[in-house]
């Protein structure tokens, strides 16, 4: 039974008029196609990359500009804060009243 079933299978593939020829440059040209597509998908992906790492860093330095900000305007605030309103004298942190004119300290 074996024997007659794999007869009819070789019978079957030898009556068959295959272009072996043609076969195979078809599969190189859809192996070309195929190779193009994934050159393709990776170009895409490298520029999604680089464009969401430029995208992260402008976010980033704008975080970075927020907090440089706001320490400008704490120190600044600081130095107002030392700084007698009245007549400009220098004040000590601890001194609550200014030592040239004797203004209240501004809080």
């Not at 030898?14 to 072996?20: A, T």
């Not at 195979?24 to 895409?44: H, N, P």
């Not at 969401?52 to 600044?76: P, R």
């Not at 009245?86 to 609550?96: F, M, Q, R, T, V």
């Amino acid at each position: 039974m074996a024997n007659s079933f794999l007869l009819f299978i070789s019978n079957l593939l030898f009556s068959m008029d295959i272009d072996f020829d043609d076969f195979f440059e078809d599969s190189m040209k859809i192996g070309q196609i195929i190779g193009i597509v994934f050159a393709v998908i990776t170009v895409l992906i490298i520029v999604m990359v680089i464009v969401s790492a430029i995208k992260a860093k402008n976010k980033t330095s704008g975080y970075i500009k927020n907090i440089k900000d706001k320490m400008v305007e704490k120190i600044e605030e600081q130095k107002t804060k030392d700084i007698c309103e009245y007549c400009g004298s220098k004040l000590k942190p601890e001194e609550n009243r200014c030592p040239n004119c004797g203004a209240q300290r501004k809080k």
